[in-house]
């Protein structure tokens, strides 16, 4: 775990809401200080370069460039957490080894998750080091079924699928059916490691055997790739 040390953080963000948001939520946890906000990436440069900086929440849809695209420009980044409003971003910018990514609008549990990924990351704040992905000790969700919570290793998952209120999700041992929406999971998954391939369906993108532009194969299961995801799922897989 981190030790006490204060957090430095940048917010950048062209929506006053939205960069308000994160600046309350940001007060709201002792460990986080705030250092310095900026509705654009000239401003959020001019702050890098004359303080240091630990974690950066940075949207990605902004006028001037895109915010995976200014993480390209500095040659040593600090940690980053991408907030925008849309999914598509998600595998690029886990692609930076974004420590999360948060899809407006975000909700203060979801970006205490986001956090404690930083502060359970087993890095030293020092000078702006380079970003990383969560540690080994994150990759793990909890389900609630037969009156309890049950740890799920994220790399034994196969696939989850949507049964109305609730969802199935299918790992290598067993299944477990948990009342919750395929969305609500869907936005505590890395995208580096799943996909959704139809509204009933996510993937661990590490478990597909085989794949055809209307299936994908995993384990004895063949699962359809709606038309609506596929060209998603075309850049992921490449087919």
Not at 58 to 84: A, C, E, S, W, Y
Not at 117 to 140: C, G, L, Q, R, Y
Not at 206 to 227: D, G, V
Request: with cysteine; charged share 25%; glycine share 0%.
């Amino acid at each position: 775990m981190l030790n006490n040390k204060k957090i430095n953080c940048l917010a950048v963000d062209d929506e006053p809401p939205a960069l308000q948001v994160i600046e309350k939520y940001v007060s709201s946890i002792p460990l986080l200080q705030l250092a310095a906000s900026c509705s654009n990436a000239v401003d959020a440069l001019a702050v890098l370069q004359n303080n240091q900086i630990d974690l950066l929440f940075l949207d990605i849809q902004m006028p001037q460039i895109l915010g995976t695209d200014f993480m390209r420009t500095l040659v040593n980044p600090p940690k980053v957490i991408f907030t925008t409003a849309f999914r598509k971003y998600a595998v690029e910018g886990f692609d930076l080894d974004a420590v999360d990514y948060l899809l407006k609008p975000i909700s203060f549990e979801r970006f205490l998750k986001a956090v404690n990924k930083v502060m359970h990351a087993n890095i030293p704040i020092t000078d702006s080091p380079a970003m990383v992905p969560a540690s080994k000790e994150n990759e793990f969700i909890y389900l609630r079924a037969d009156r309890k919570n049950i740890k799920i290793n994220l790399e034994d998952i196969l696939f989850i699928e949507s049964l109305k209120d609730y969802i199935k999700v299918v790992t290598k041992e067993k299944t477990i059916i948990t009342k919750q929406s395929i969305s609500s999971l869907e936005e505590d998954l890395p995208a580096k490691l799943f996909t959704r391939i139809h509204r009933s369906f996510i993937v661990s993108v590490n478990k597909i055997e085989s794949f055809t532009p209307e299936l994908i194969q995993i384990a004895k299961y063949e699962l359809p790739i709606s038309r609506s995801y596929r060209h998603e799922v075309e850049k992921i897989l490449k087919f």
